[in-house]
Each structure stands twice: as structure tokens, then as C-alpha cells.
């Protein structure tokens, strides 16, 4: 069988995949993670477009059978003008229909320069629910923050602390976390915001609605025994250590890769 294929710009969206691998334990996947333009969420929608393509071009090159954009700067910026024959999903939508749908009426949405500046996640939420207050901030130090590794540490909380202040000042009830690195920042975030504040992760909505896609065009594996392979564009070894805390030690070997020339 096939495998599926997910990218992101680094190591967040292993987030996606371990919650993929939760809903489809029979399905392999290839998972590509582009640390050498990392990250993406600076960067302009032309850009993030023709980093997108070349990202879905090496997985079709691989044979994969669907793709998982598992990075909302590339949901938000590219997805849409995309043009491959086999099933896309991103991340955006799903993680919006959830936050619609647990939210008492006032969302917060943390995220990249380049999403918050799309108005890709206030659009999807006020699409399900038009009575929504939504307040997006855009974070763009948490992923470097993430990338280092400093899940849980006292830069972190500041550098945290003075993004979420509108956040708490607005007293929203849902945060959505608008980046699949900021999952790894879940403790830090929480504590900032309070308990009675949902935090919104994308992961669980989208293997879900990969899951139910497959099973409407019978792709699903069933029986299968799966085999997963990532691949990165550079700098091993931190990739190394945060994808064995993420998945696990199985994580351990990786395969550097050059992506192909579309444009």
C-alpha cells in the first residue's frame, strides 16, 4: 500500500503525524520537513507557494497516495492553487471547524506573521459561526523557540506572556494554535492563558478528516504493516532529537534530501 505524505517547514508538523498515527495504525508514511528554509511563516505568499509546490512534487515523486499539508503558513498561502492528482488536506479548516464548535463566542488565534496576515483562520471561523469575536496575534518567535528545543523554559514563558496579553485581555475562551509547532508550547500556554481556556490543536481534527477520506475513496489500509520514513532538507541533529521525543525512538533515522526545481 501507498503511503501518505505529510510537510511541514520543520519539525512541528510531527505533531500532525503522530495524531495521524493514532487514527490509521495500519498506514506508512514519508514525512518531509524542509528545515533548510525554515521557517516559512516570514515569508511571502509567493514564496511559501513555490516552496509548497516543490515540498508536494518531491512526495508525489515518492508515490505517496495523499498529502497532509501539515503547515497553516502553506494551508493558508498555497493550498488552494495546488494541482495534484491524488487527496489534499491542510490544516486550517479542521482546527477552525473545532474551535467553532467548543467556542463560547470569543476565539483567539496565535499564529505566523504570514497566516494571522492571510485572514485564512478568521474567515474559516466566522464561515461556521458569523457571531464569533476573533483576535489573531501573530507569534513569530515561537517556532525558533521550538526548533531549539526551549518546550517548557523561562525565555519561553516570557516571550509567551507579552504575545498572549491582548489574548487574556479579551478574555477569550478557545485559543487556536495556528502553527503545528505550537502544540510543543501547550504547557507553557496554557499556564499564561488559565484553565478555563480550550486549546485548539488542529492534529486530532485533521487525522480524523484524513481518516474519513480515505475511507470514502477506499484507500484506507487495513491490515498493512506500517513503515515510516522522514526526510529533512537540512540540519540533522536537532530534527533527530525533537522527532524521538515527538514519535519516539523509531524517529532516530532520517534522510537528507534535495527537493526538485518546479518553477
Known amino acids: 500500500m501507498k503511503p ?32 533548510a528554509r525554515l521557517p516559512y511563516g516570514t515569508k511571502s505568499a509567493a514564496t511559501v507557494t513555490r516552496y509548497t509546490r516543490r515540498n508536494v512534487a518531491f512526495l508525489q515523486d515518492r508515490g505517496v497516495k495523499a498529502i497532509v499539508v501539515a503547515c497553516n ?7 488552494d492553487s495546488l494541482d495534484v492528482d491524488v487527496p489534499v488536506w491542510g490544516v486550517i479548516e479542521p482546527g477552525a471547524a473545532q474551535a467553532a464548535h467548543s467556542s463560547r463566542g470569543r476565539i483567539g488565534v496565535v499564529a505566523t506573521q504570514s497566516t494571522v496576515g492571510s485572514g485564512a483562520y478568521e474567515a474559516a471561523l466566522l464561515a461556521h459561526r458569523p457571531d464569533l469575536v476573533v483576535l489573531s496575534k501573530a507569534c513569530p518567535l515561537f517556532v525558533p523557540l521550538v526548533e ?10 516570557e516571550i509567551a506572556q507579552r504575545y498572549l496579553e491582548p489574548m487574556t485581555d479579551a478574555r477569550v475562551d478557545t485559543l487556536v494554535l495556528g502553527c503545528t509547532h505550537y502544540p510543543l508550547l501547550a504547557a507553557v500556554l496554557q499556564r499564561i492563558v488559565g484553565p478555563d481556556v480550550t486549546l485548539v490543536d488542529s492534529a486530532e481534527s485533521v487525522a480524523l478528516a484524513v481518516r474519513r477520506g480515505l475511507e470514502q475513496r477506499d484507500l484506507l489500509a487495513r491490515q498493512e504493516t506500517p513503515e515510516h520514513h522522514l526526510c529533512i ?25 534535495e527537493l526538485p526545481v518546479t518553477d
Open 73 to 79: 503558513t502553506a494551508s493558508a498561502l498555497a493550498l
Open 148 to 157: 531549539e528545543g526551549w518546550y517548557d523554559d523561562p525565555v519561553t514563558e
Open 233 to 257: 532538507t537540512d540540519s540533522a541533529e536537532r530534527f533527530r532529537e525533537l522527532a524521538v521525543r515527538i514519535l519516539g525512538s523509531e524517529a532516530a533515522s532520517l534522510e537528507l534530501v
Open 4 to 35: 501518505i505524505g505529510v510537510f511541514d517547514s520543520g519539525v512541528g508538523g510531527l505533531t500532525v503525524v503522530a495524531a495521524l498515527r493514532r487514527q490509521l495504525p495500519h498506514e506508512s508514511f514519508i514525512y518531509l520537513g524542509d528545515t
